[in-house]
């Protein structure tokens, strides 16, 4: 009787709101979310899902700006001290009250092993609680932008966690299954009603969400998002009627899509990237034919890979325009990246080969590219094999499911892989993440080829407490011109992001690729 009645509250709420009933929504991707442990991951298509479930205490408005979460306010009280209000009357979907002591578990839990969100708070070295509604953050350093770091990091309720055995984060790398893979308790405007790996994710709108009364809150009251890896049955879903909005249609639909009087288009430019790395730490590559030596570990050698891909024509071909070719490393939309540093090396396949023989491989040498099994990326790869192949880098793609292909990145075992980025608009935690030297405490936790630069890992950590933001500004362009001229990774492109929706939907796109229910609307 309970349930019912909340929903019926539900749909009497929406439907004064915005003049209209509550609606479904079926949403198809290419990839599943993996787990519903909010700490064990830190990929996009895991963010996509869980952030619907468990909030933090920042976010994030329709423009992709700060703006309150579960906290209301913060300060700094002193250089290595900061105090956050959190909101009052908020409650886990399990109707406990959210509190201070959520929080500091919260942290907590960020922080520990096996957590791959831990990059995010680097130099926070405890929280405790002050009353009820208020926590204190205690830095190592100072840190000018801390409020930000919170940004994605879902707060847990200590007692469910205590009381399910799942104190710590899932350990997705070592394959552990907890009770948080497919259950869930946050505070989000949808709460999870199941999960079925590789199959379906099922929300319900939570009727008892704090923000239910923001004039921007839409009418969805139930949400499934449905896993269709064949771009060609994502697509004839959704012209038939059975899935509402796709989130990544095949590049070469596109144009076909905005044809369609049924359909709606969203496009944006992505402040995401991809990118190939490489083992730069081993003294033999694991996966090549060269043998006492890494090839990678040479500069030369690297920018011969940049110089033999013609991401130009890749873009053209393969992307069919829906992409940007970048040689930066972070967009110029991060705070502090100089747009001068968007410029790409020429692609000179000579120059590659006089490059490879300088540096002892005038014949080249044979290696595996790793790739996850996604139509698109897959394409790009077998098309980058292909030019790599003309200057004697012989390749062998080896595709792979993301369950089995994103442990490589986060644990370093790949020789040569393809992968993708997308930042926040703080530049630091991006190159902590992807370019400091590796180690427990979460730097470098997707720096896939263990790259090692002491110079830059000093620069890195002197941007995260540089209070003033000109000079901090400073140092992130020299931080990424010594990226530009070390090359660890090859930067490629950055895709036009486009949403397929029916036209009775109406959302918010983000530059991050990621949806907000809270905002989405049905006719």
């Known amino acids: 009787m309970l349930r019912a009645l909340r929903a019926l509250a539900l749909s009497l709420l929406c439907s004064a709101s915005f003049g209209v009933p509550a609606a479904t929504l079926r949403i198809a991707s290419g990839f599943d979310p993996q787990t519903m442990d909010p700490h064990a991951l830190a990929l996009l298509y895991h963010t996509r899902v869980i952030t619907q479930i ?27 001290t900061w105090r956050f209000r959190l909101r009052p009357g908020v409650t886990f979907h399990d109707g406990s009250p959210f509190t201070a002591d959520d929080a500091v578990f919260s942290i907590e839990r960020v922080l520990a092993p096996p957590s791959q969100r831990a990059f995010h708070l680097q130099g926070v070295t405890s929280a405790k609680k002050i009353d009820d509604l208020t926590i204190e953050v205690s830095l190592s350093t100072p840190d000018a932008v801390l409020p930000e770091k919170f940004f994605l990091l879902g707060m847990m309720s200590k007692a469910w966690a205590v009381k399910h055995g799942v104190q710590r984060a899932q350990d997705f790398n070592g394959k552990q299954e907890t009770f948080t893979v497919r259950n869930a308790n946050g505070t989000g405007p949808f709460r999870l009603d199941r999960y079925e790996p590789d199959v379906r994710t099922v929300l319900k709108a939570n009727p008892n969400w704090w923000g239910r009364g923001d004039k921007r809150t839409g009418n969805v009251d139930e949400v499934t998002f449905v896993a269709i890896k064949q771009d060609a049955t994502r697509l004839a879903a959704l012209t038939s009627g059975e899935i509402d909005l796709v989130l990544d249609p095949p590049f070469q639909d596109v144009d076909r899509l905005k044809r369609d009087a049924r359909l709606t288009l969203l496009q944006i430019p992505d402040l995401g990237q991809q990118y190939f790395t490489f083992d730069q730490s081993r003294d033999e590559l694991l996966h090549g034919d060269v043998k006492d030596r890494n090839p990678f570990k040479d500069k030369r050698v690297r920018q011969a890979v940049y110089q033999a891909i013609n991401v130009e024509l890749i873009v053209q071909k393969v992307l069919r325009g829906q992409a940007t070719p970048t040689g930066a490393f972070l967009s110029s939309r991060v705070d502090g990246v100089p747009p001068e540093l968007d410029r790409r090396l020429p692609y000179e396949p000579a ?7 300088q540096a002892g491989y005038p014949n080249g040498f044979a290696v595996t590219l790793d790739c996850v099994n996604i139509a698109y990326r897959e394409n790009v790869c ?3 094999t292909a030019m790599l192949a003309q200057v004697g880098i012989r390749t062998s793609l080896r595709s792979a499911a993301t369950n089995q292909f994103f442990p490589k990145l986060s644990q370093g075992t790949a020789s040569f892989i393809e992968f993708g980025w997308t930042p ?16 427990k405490s979460g730097a470098g936790t997707f720096n896939a080829g263990r790259y090692s630069n002491p110079q830059l890992d000093a620069l890195i950590d002197s941007i995260r407490v540089e209070p003033d933001m000109t000079r901090r500004r400073a140092m992130i362009a020299t931080a990424l011109r010594l990226i530009r001229d070390d090359l660890p990774y090859i930067p490629l492109y950055r895709r036009t992001l486009t949403w397929a929706m029916n036209k009775k939907v109406q959302a918010v796109q983000w530059p991050a690729d990621s949806i907000e229910l809270r905002w989405v609307r049905v006719r």
């Open 382 to 384: 077998q098309a980058a």
């Open 54 to 80: 468990y909030e933090s205490l920042v976010w994030r408005d329709e423009q992709y700006r700060i703006e309150p979460g579960l906290a209301v306010s913060w300060h700094a009280v002193n250089p290595t």
């Open 351 to 357: 120059a590659a080969k006089a490059l490879l023989a």
């Open 424 to 439: 926040t608009t703080d530049a630091w935690a991006s190159l902590n993440a992807l370019f400091r030297s590796w180690d």
